[in-house]
């Protein structure tokens, strides 16, 4: 079954501090990884995706990502958080060709100045 | 500006009244999502559509029903029977290509008293 894991419920860095949040998933086949972020009472928009080719990829807001199929991970991370960062991030996994998507129970950042 | 619009942003009923939460889209998107958000659980599927007059139950579809009479609107109905309504209600969309990221609404919370 497809499922994702988000170790970490929170997480609290300074600002200007690297950040590294951690995400693994289970499923069969190649999967359509993705990153969302979450202010508080918002939609979801997302950060970056991973289909296939380079393992690292890089999204909006100064994010990037690495697929690591032996790990069955996809680590979101920023070399310097911003203030302005805090808030929800979710993992999600799409299954091909269906249409379904499978989200972790998020990792919610706090930044402290 | 293409989006996805929920509305209305609060909603508040008594217990035993139906209440039905819209979504439109005007992205062209022929695949539609409601998703349930309560802290901690990160995104439920409660029930998604491929096109129009076609719709599945996802993993939580009890005392929810939908409908999908035109591409652009998804409308949620949560009866009397859902048990817990009290939540936050995410609306999504995803379009075709590769890789098929879903683009989310900003949201209706529900609070049922």
């Known amino acids: 079954a497809q499922s994702v894991t988000q170790p970490d419920i929170h997480i609290t860095v300074s600002e200007g501090a690297s950040l590294e949040l951690r995400c693994n998933y289970s499923?069969?086949?190649?999967?359509?990884l993705f990153w969302y972020v979450q202010s508080p009472g918002q939609g979801l928009q997302l950060l970056l995706k991973?289909?296939?080719?380079?393992?690292l990829v890089q999204g909006i807001k100064g994010f990037e990502a690495e697929f690591k199929r032996s790990q069955s991970s996809f680590n979101l991370r920023k070399p310097s958080v911003h203030w302005s960062d805090a808030a929800e991030y979710f993992c999600?996994?799409?299954?091909?060709?269906?249409?379904?998507?499978?989200f972790g129970t998020g990792t919610s950042l706090t930044v402290i100045p | 500006d293409g989006g996805i619009t929920q509305s209305p942003k609060y909603l508040f009923r008594k217990e035993g009244q139906n209440v039905t939460l819209s979504c439109e889209q005007n992205?062209?998107?022929?695949?539609m999502y409601w998703y349930r958000q309560d802290p901690g659980q990160g995104l439920r599927l409660i029930y998604y559509?491929?096109?129009?007059?076609?719709?599945q139950k996802g993993d939580i579809a009890e005392g929810y029903s939908v409908s999908r009479e035109k591409k652009e609107s998804f409308p949620l109905t949560v009866t009397s029977a859902q048990k817990n309504p009290t939540a936050f209600y995410l609306c999504?969309?995803?379009?075709?290509?590769?890789?098929?990221?879903?683009?989310f609404g900003p949201g209706t919370r529900l609070t049922v008293t």
């Open positions: 999504a969309s995803r379009g075709g290509g590769m890789p098929h990221e879903q683009y």
């Open positions: 499923y069969g086949a190649t999967p359509y």
């Open positions: 991973y289909f296939s080719g380079d393992t």
């Open positions: 999600a996994v799409g299954t091909f060709p269906g249409l379904r998507f499978y």
């Open positions: 992205l062209n998107h022929d695949a």
């Open positions: 559509s491929q096109i129009v007059n076609d719709f």
